[in-house]
């Protein structure tokens, strides 16, 4: 239970039923005039921003700070409004509203699968870590596995158990063949092992410098991960902006993880959870793979 709840978490579904309850209490806060209803008010808006926060979702921080000041101030005008101030309180409450709408818009792009190029490749190469390469040993099903005997795929399986960023920058010298289609599974252990911050970005840097030198096709997953670690999102949003890589929202690794018996421990998947994820990435790969 307490797994599924932090894989919940990270995924960022919280952000949505932070947004919807932040929305009705908004609009709810218009219509009550009763102490009691102001008290609920509170806590409902308290709560919805906690959501909001723990989602991570990676918006520009000016975004989040402009809202921020709207609903400080729009909590503390509910606090101390009365009939007078009531009509610019209204006002109020409709821009908080509205910029919470935007919010949301704005968060929608961040969580939806890549549009996939229409371009058909030869090959799938593979830069990770042991969600890609197991720990079971050569017998592993893995997911590069299942992509070569249930799809059809040609799949280059590069990653290696316990890479990290830095580490990985072996695996991206390996791949000299241009126009090929590379997907990079790492990081994970970056933020587990806390790597600093400049060196993960230097070596993330270097991975795909590396890899557009080729002229290849990028895609990233994104890291799950809870908001005293949001500076490793970060760094991989604005790196795949500047390098023009494709990025796999965290939602659908961390809707593997969610699945019970998906996982060997809290970050390994078992046999099963190798099934979702070849299912998971061949849903938005198949365009560019499939023969």
């Not at 921080?61 to 609903?71: E, N, P, Q, S």
């Not at 590379?182 to 990081?187: F, K, P, S, T, Y």
């Not at 809707?255 to 998906?262: E, F, L, W, Y």
Request: charged content about 20%.
């Amino acid at each position: 239970m307490f797994q599924t709840v932090i894989w919940f978490i990270a995924a960022g579904h919280t952000f949505f039923i932070g947004i919807a309850l932040l929305i009705i209490s908004i609009i709810f806060s218009m219509i009550s005039k009763k102490v009691c209803h102001k008290l609920i008010i509170y806590f409902f808006s308290i709560i919805s921003l906690v959501l909001i926060f723990m989602a991570v979702i990676l918006l520009p921080r000016f975004y989040y700070f402009a809202w921020a000041i709207l609903i400080t101030g729009w909590l503390l005008f509910f606090a101390s409004k009365n009939k007078v101030q009531n009509r610019y309180f209204n006002f109020l409450s409709i821009a908080v509203l509205c910029s919470t709408l935007f919010i949301f818009a704005s968060a929608i792009p961040l969580v939806l699968k890549p549009d996939m190029p229409k371009e058909r490749f030869d090959k799938l190469f593979i830069i990770g870590d042991s969600v890609s390469a197991g720990i079971g040993g050569k017998a592993e099903k893995t997911w590069p596995k299942i992509f070569i005997n249930k799809y059809g795929a040609n799949v280059i399986d590069l990653s290696v158990s316990g890479s990290t960023v830095t580490t990985a920058i072996r695996q991206a010298r390996q791949i000299t063949e241009p126009n090929q289609l590379v997907l990079l599974e790492i990081g994970g252990n970056d933020f587990l092992f806390s790597t600093p911050y400049p060196q993960f970005e230097n070596s993330f840097k270097q991975i795909l410098e590396l890899v557009k030198k080729q002229n290849s096709t990028i895609v990233m997953m994104e890291i799950p991960m809870l908001p005293k670690h949001f500076r490793y999102g970060e760094i991989q949003r604005r790196l795949a902006k500047e390098y023009d890589t494709l990025i796999v929202p965290k939602r659908f690794f961390a809707s593997v993880q969610r699945t019970k018996g998906a996982g060997r421990d809290f970050i390994h998947l078992s046999e099963k959870g190798h099934q979702l994820m070849a299912e998971k990435l061949w849903y938005i790969l198949r365009p560019c793979l499939e023969n």
